[in-house]
């Protein structure tokens, strides 16, 4: 696993405990971009940044909420440690065993992967690059997820261990929902917006329609639940309402700029898009209340101690997959021999780190496969 150091404020990275979101400065007062025609290798190299970008946050993400675990207050260490698995995900794998051979196929998968990667790199092949680089991050959080809910039923194996509750809402599900539609309202206000080809604005469209929908029929469930108090209840309908509202005055603006990719059209995405992120800021820190949690596992230090290989190893994958993504847009960009030099083979060892990391988790995976395990109630 390579170590964490800090880096710009613009990079994602373990050792710091955030949301995985980037808010960007709004960009409507800017002036008019000067009119000129980028060529074909800019727009191309400014697209791969901005996916590597968001994929790293993905990840990000996904580590904060399933794997790390802020020291107490009044700890000597202020960093993020990794934390026991006390609940599984709500639609995640039922078993160990199938927990067990999607962390397979997906380790499979993620080094086929980046082995294709490393050749478009060295190659500068940047058509596929970005493809490459999405579905690196979606394999490494597959894998994460995976890994979450083996370590969890592997804790559950000491019977003195009690399996979680589920809660009305499933609060990963919703984080997730957030940030996939803030990193959407972003390609608004990125530099090079005008790069985006019309299969980018159709995939844009619908991570809106996809993520919104996760919001709103999480919000629609939950206020039919009966162990949700009446004034909640009412509370998540006005929410739902509002969100409704807030996504009826912003498809107009998208649909536009779809057909139109004008400064106008981007400017009322940016306009109308506020009072959307802002409904869904509510809905999501709404959810995040405890009476919506359900009861977390009752493990025992034992418990506890069975999901730390597994749960190690998860987090030597996202953590060299971050640092991998990270250097690709610098040895696509950097013209500095030296200095290109030093990044390639950077990127070389971040390969290597996955690989490692990998064999890392397969073989936790395997040592501490239960002979029988308790299924948690998942709803």
């Not at 078993?95 to 051979?101: D, M, P, R, V």
């Amino acid at each position: 696993m390579l170590s964490a150091t800090p880096m710009k404020p613009s990079h994602t990275l373990l050792c710091t405990k955030q949301r995985g979101v980037c808010y960007a400065k709004d960009s409507t007062s800017n002036p008019p971009m000067a009119s000129y025609e980028p060529s074909a290798s800019f727009m191309a190299t400014g697209i791969i940044g901005m996916v590597c970008e968001e994929s790293c946050q993905r990840m990000q993400l996904v580590a904060d909420m399933l794997l790390l675990k802020e020291e107490p207050q009044g700890s000597s260490s202020s960093k993020p440690r990794v934390s026991s698995v006390i609940e599984p995900i709500a639609a995640g794998h039922e078993s160990y065993s199938k927990a067990s051979e999607s962390i397979v196929a997906n380790t499979k998968g993620l080094s086929i992967s980046v082995k294709n990667l490393e050749k478009q790199v060295k190659t500068k092949n940047s058509v596929n690059i970005g493809k490459n680089a999405e579905k690196i991050a979606s394999q490494a959080i597959l894998l994460t997820e995976a890994a979450a809910q083996a370590a969890y039923f592997s804790s559950l194996t000491d019977v003195q261990c009690k399996p979680a509750e589920p809660g009305a809402i499933d609060r990963y599900m919703f984080e997730r929902a957030r940030q996939a539609i803030q990193l959407s309202y972003n390609k608004f206000q990125m530099e090079h917006y005008m790069s985006l080809t019309d299969e980018h604005v159709l995939s844009l469209s619908k991570a809106f329609a996809d993520n919104l929908a996760v919001l709103t029929q999480g919000c629609d469930l939950a206020s039919k639940d009966k162990e949700v108090t009446s004034t909640n209840r009412l509370q998540l309908a006005a929410c739902s309402q509002c969100l409704q509202g807030a996504t009826a005055s912003f498809i107009p603006c998208l649909k536009l700029f779809g057909s139109n990719r004008s400064q106008e059209a981007r400017k009322k995405c940016l306009l109308f898009g506020k009072p959307l992120l802002a409904a869904v800021d509510a809905i999501v820190d709404f959810a995040a209340f405890p009476q919506f949690s359900g009861t977390p596992a009752k493990l025992t230090q034992r418990g506890r101690e069975s999901q730390t290989n597994i749960l190690g190893g998860a987090m030597a994958i996202v953590s060299s997959c971050i640092q991998l993504l990270s250097t690709v847009k610098v040895v696509l960009t950097e013209e500095d021999q030296k200095v290109l030099a030093t990044s390639l083979q950077k990127f070389v060892n971040c390969v290597k780190a996955v690989g490692e990391a990998s064999k890392l988790l397969s073989t936790a995976v395997r040592h501490h496969t239960p002979a029988s395990s308790r299924r948690p109630s998942i709803k």
